[in-house]
């Protein structure tokens, strides 16, 4: 999580993204788990993560508050279903741009809108605003709700997708709001989270695709032109 060694199979100096097997050096690394391997799968990325950064999130949050999930795909449908298991008195607005996005999963939020409806929306069910702002796209766009924070009100950033991320200096010196970034989780968080997911019916949105060339190189296809609904899974 914070180790600056870390190494992930696949996407960092070593192969094995694809492999049926993963050597790991000690057994502590590995996680018992109670649920369909295939289920399971995305637990271990945008699970963890959103798991984590909705940890985070908890001590901003009270009765009526309100949160912000900005970005409505994969991380997204399992923070908001963390959220209303978590702080059920909580009330979520899923922010998203395209309606395939608010209807796939932000109808799970209480509220789903676009960017430009969403200042309208937070300030109805709050007029200080929102508490706390889960926001897993991180560019100029998304920085652009911070000032929809309530005062003392924090950003979980999870998302990379800009190259910078302005924070509005004004703002955020007199309301006194709080950044925080988030990066996957601990090996504890995961335990807790595998069980809590089997405790609470947590769905993931889950394809599967066998591990056969073709099949697998469609999905990469399509999954680079954003036509993947949740992730999948590559089933050996
Ligand atoms: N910090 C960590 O530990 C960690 C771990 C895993 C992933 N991540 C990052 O978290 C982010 C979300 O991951 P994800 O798997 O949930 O992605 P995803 O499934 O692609 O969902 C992100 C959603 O954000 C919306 N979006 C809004 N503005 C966007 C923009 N400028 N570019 C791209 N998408 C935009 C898109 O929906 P609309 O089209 O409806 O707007 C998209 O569906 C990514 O940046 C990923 O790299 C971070």
Request: charged share 20%; proline share 6%.
């Amino acid at each position: 999580m914070a180790c600056k060694g870390h190494a992930i199979p696949g996407q960092s100096y070593y192969y094995g993204g694809y492999a049926e097997y993963l050597y790991v050096p000690n057994y502590r690394y590995l996680v018992k788990i109670d649920i369909d391997p295939i289920e399971a799968a995305p637990l271990t990325d945008a699970g963890l993560t959103s798991y984590s950064a909705v940890k985070k999130a908890l001590p901003y949050l009270k009765p009526d508050s309100v949160v912000i999930v900005y970005g409505v795909g994969g991380l997204a449908s399992y923070a908001i279903q963390f959220l209303k298991h978590l702080v059920p008195y909580v009330k979520i607005v899923a922010v998203s741009r395209s309606d395939s996005s608010l209807s796939g999963y932000g109808v799970r939020a209480h509220y789903a809108v676009h960017p430009s409806d969403a200042g309208k929306v937070i300030r109805d069910l709050n007029p200080d605003g929102a508490a706390v702002m889960l926001d897993f796209v991180g560019n100029e766009d998304s920085a652009k709700m911070i000032p929809l924070l309530e005062p003392g009100g924090a950003v979980i950033l999870v998302g990379m997708e800009g190259k910078s991320y302005p924070i509005p200096v004004f703002e955020t010196t007199v309301w006194q709001y709080v950044v925080i970034g988030s990066n996957y989780g601990s090996i504890s968080e995961m335990e807790e989270m595998v069980k809590f997911v089997k405790e609470h019916g947590i769905r993931s949105y889950i394809e599967k695709v066998p591990l056969e060339e073709d099949a697998v190189n469609n999905a990469l296809n399509r999954l680079a032109e954003g036509k993947i609904l949740g992730r999948f899974v590559i089933t050996p």
